[in-house]
């Protein structure tokens, strides 16, 4: 499977300012997707990133709070933007094996602490 | 009605005991399923998926799946203090893009 590196692993931010989260993968890859954990809960997706394009994103995510960029086969980025206490979650980067399986790998994680 | 449901748990069994991990789903046209472990603190790591109905094997970890009840299963043998963790049931839906719709997992706890 694909080796998956987010930067950074963790960041305590103040409320009103932006993150950018990177997802480095160590190969092509067709889907990259961003997944957000709030604690104690489960993984909800934010939004696919799709290369060449704008991200599809999820039913109560706006790209306006949440923008994605995805260069390239191997890279993406999401930014959390306007931040305030409720963003602090672990945001996930995961890619998706290449066919004929459809298993999706995880990255290690962001850790958002919003003040 | 949630569209992937687990028990949140804790399941506690003793160490060497079978642990059975129950996971339902509500799209019936679902086709591929998931087991992830998560530590504490950690992302979610890939165990066993399944595809098609009956039962599948991997070391001490068994997937069972039953499409006609909506239903698939993670059975774990000889249980082991460092299974303890999070387990995630995750469905991925038909049609569209793939997207994965996770359970909200169940924690396991291994006792000695």
């Known amino acids: 499977s694909a080796v998956i590196s987010q930067k950074p692993s963790r960041d305590i931010c103040q409320r009103g300012t932006s993150l950018t989260i990177q997802c480095q993968v160590d190969s092509q890859v067709t889907m990259m997707f961003w997944y957000r954990q709030q604690p104690g809960q489960s993984l909800t997706l934010i939004a696919t990133?799709?290369?060449?394009?704008?991200?599809?994103?999820e039913s109560g995510f706006v790209i306006d709070k949440f923008p994605i960029s995805r260069p390239n086969l191997t890279f993406s980025t999401l930014t959390v933007s306007n931040m305030s206490p409720e963003d602090s979650s672990i945001y996930l980067c995961s890619v998706e094996d290449r066919a004929p399986t459809d298993t999706q790998y995880f990255g290690p994680g962001t850790r958002l602490t919003v003040l | 009605q949630k569209e992937v449901e687990q028990n949140s748990g804790p399941l506690s069994v003793p160490e060497g005991a079978i642990a059975s991990l129950n996971c339902t789903y509500s799209?019936?046209?679902?086709?591929?399923f998931f087991w992830y472990r998560q530590y504490s603190g950690k992302s979610p790591e890939l165990i066993m998926s399944i595809y098609s109905n009956g039962d599948k094997e991997d070391g001490r970890f068994t997937a069972q799946l039953n499409k006609a009840s909506q239903y698939v299963s993670l059975l774990i043998r000889d249980s082991q203090p460092s299974d303890s963790a999070t387990y995630l049931c995750a469905v991925k839906r038909t049609g569209g893009y793939n997207k994965l719709i996770f359970g909200a997992g169940t924690r396991l706890a291994v006792h000695p």
């Open positions: 990133a799709n290369q060449g394009s704008e991200a599809t994103y």
């Open positions: 799209d019936r046209g679902s086709q591929s």
